[in-house]
């Protein structure tokens, strides 16, 4: 398996323009996670799906943010338009089933610099 | 709320040295317990979790965690650090039945070649 695969790796875009980060979880997990990491706050929980559908959104920041799942093998995560404190390192994560008995796994990343 | 704190944002040691990272947690129920790791330029790994049964849960690569249900706190160690093990540490917390882990803010380690 490829594991999770989120593209781009990297983004520079000014302020104002829109940015969208796509992922692709492994295939047959269930649930889909979208962090934020920064120095200054460290590991953020966004959003996250279960079979596609979003169960908690209260990780996200303001409206500019918003996250789809269209199907069980890919999700966006969109800003618009982007400032440059959204400047971070944006994590998908995907798990089968509760955490009681699996282990969430996460992507690559998306390095995100706004200007 | 679930919370998570590690008291070490930033350690250096030297190899052979042993390795303790402390992280409390702050939760009222029945809780799991991870352990992540961030090497250079990749993305987080699992490097040991508990459910339930022991509380020395023993990971990959050397590493082990205890779980001390009356102080809330799940520390890593290691015995005998390496070069390799140069990464940032996420200690991490789970409701149980919940379906969020909550990531405390990481320690930074630096070994000292």
């Known amino acids: 398996d490829a594991g999770v695969i989120q593209s781009p790796r990297h983004e520079v875009t000014e302020m104002g323009q829109e940015v969208t980060l796509r992922c692709k979880p492994i295939?047959?997990?269930?649930?889909l996670f979208w962090y934020r990491q920064t120095m200054m706050r460290g590991l953020e929980l966004l959003i996250y799906?279960?079979?596609?559908?979003?169960?908690?959104d209260s990780g996200m920041p303001e409206d500019r943010f918003s996250a789809k799942m269209p199907n069980a093998s890919f999700s966006t995560l969109k800003i618009q338009p982007s400032e440059p404190r959204d400047s971070a390192v944006y994590f998908c994560?995907?798990?089968?089933?509760?955490?009681?008995?699996?282990?969430?796994?996460f992507g690559p990343g998306t390095r995100l610099t706004v200007l | 709320a679930q919370s998570v704190s590690q008291h070490n944002h930033h350690v250096i040691l030297s190899e052979a040295a042993s390795l303790e990272l402390g992280c409390n947690y702050s939760?009222?129920?029945?809780?799991?317990l991870f352990w992540y790791v961030q090497y250079p330029g990749q993305h987080l790994q699992l490097l040991l979790k508990?459910?339930?049964?022991?509380?020395l849960v023993k990971g990959i690569k050397g590493f082990e965690a205890e779980f001390i249900k009356s102080k809330f706190s799940f520390n890593l160690r290691k015995p005998s650090v390496q070069w390799s093990d140069t990464a940032e540490y996420f200690c991490?917390?789970?409701?149980?039945?919940?379906?969020?882990?909550?990531f405390g803010k990481g320690t930074r380690l630096h070994i000292l070649p």
């Open positions: 994560a995907s798990s089968f089933g509760v955490l009681n008995t699996d282990t969430q796994y």
């Open positions: 295939s047959g997990h269930d649930y």
């Open positions: 799906f279960n079979n596609n559908v979003p169960i908690d």
């Open positions: 939760y009222g129920g029945t809780v799991n």
């Open positions: 508990y459910f339930s049964g022991d509380p």
């Open positions: 991490a917390v789970n409701g149980w039945g919940d379906d969020k882990i909550i």
